[in-house]
């Protein structure tokens, strides 16, 4: 969820997101293709700005923004509102036959039930990198609907994270119960396990917003080169979610031209 992986994708591209566009992507022929890279370059550049702010304001402020976890009711929502917000991840042509779960006091539990298979959640700030230093900003929401492989295989390690995190267990302890888990209890990765995430209503970090509209997908430990993640002008992206965890997975992200309303994702994707 997270998308700290942009400021080493950029690393070499310091020229400006329309000169970057301009070198990398003007040789794509397909014009959606064209959209798509376009988002990715501008909503990229906003994010890895905000982050240079964030890293400058921290340099002269060294507590950290999110120390602790917040009181629970800071991460809670009302329940109507959670289940349009969870809805809002896929098109209407899923989301709206899909089972919808919200988070309560003791994790997460069934809204509304599905006929498709798909189950749409909203995840917090606690499925970040363990790292990362808004892994408890009690503002950022994720709307995300799991397809039914990712549902059976990837869905339980949000359960039993949120599982861990409401039983008021340190950061560290929640490291080591959900690496116990990974190993013992995840089931095994099904072949073509993906989610979407595509609502302009989320909230993905103090720094990204609503980023971009975008898949993801789900596979065996592999390495991203494979998938051609992370190289000049390519769309599919590396997400570090599951990195410090036991779970052998790699997540890849791509982003897509419409926000699941059908809206186009223009240089407001961010």
Not at 49 to 67: E, I, M, N, T
Not at 165 to 174: E, F, P
Not at 237 to 243: A, G, K, R
Request: charge should be neutral; glycine fraction near 8%; proline fraction near 9%.
């Amino acid at each position: 969820m997270v998308l700290r992986y942009i400021a080493k994708r950029l690393e070499a591209e310091q020229d400006g997101p329309s000169d970057w566009y301009d070198k990398n992507l003007a040789a794509q022929g397909k014009p959606m293709q064209r959209k798509i890279l376009r988002t990715i370059a501008l909503a990229s550049f906003a994010l890895v700005a905000g982050l240079g702010a964030a890293g400058q304001a921290q340099a002269q402020d060294v507590k950290a923004p999110y120390p602790n976890m917040a009181p629970l009711d800071q991460y809670l929502m009302e329940r109507n509102a959670e289940i349009a917000l969870a809805r809002s991840a896929a098109p209407e042509s899923i989301s709206r036959d899909a089972e919808v779960k919200v988070l309560g006091r003791h994790g997460y539990e069934t809204a509304v039930t599905g006929k498709n298979g798909f189950v749409c959640v909203v995840e917090r700030s606690w499925m970040s990198p363990f790292d990362f230093p808004q892994f408890w900003n009690p503002k950022m929401r994720g709307p995300i609907c799991f397809n039914p492989p990712a549902v059976r295989s990837i869905l339980p390690h949000t359960y039993k994270r949120t599982e861990l995190v409401l039983a008021g267990l340190s950061k560290s302890q929640i490291i080591d119960g959900i690496k116990a888990f990974d190993v013992k209890e995840l089931p095994a990765l099904e072949p073509g396990a993906m989610c979407y995430m595509m609502s302009k209503q989320g909230y993905l970090n103090d720094s990204a917003g609503h980023w971009v509209p975008h898949l993801m997908f789900y596979v065996p430990l592999t390495d991203p080169i494979s998938w051609g993640a992370d190289l000049p002008g390519s769309p599919v992206m590396l997400n570090p979610q599951f990195q410090g965890t036991a779970a052998p997975i790699t997540e890849y992200m791509i982003p897509v031209s419409n926000w699941s309303d059908g809206t186009a994702a223009g240089e407001d994707a961010h």
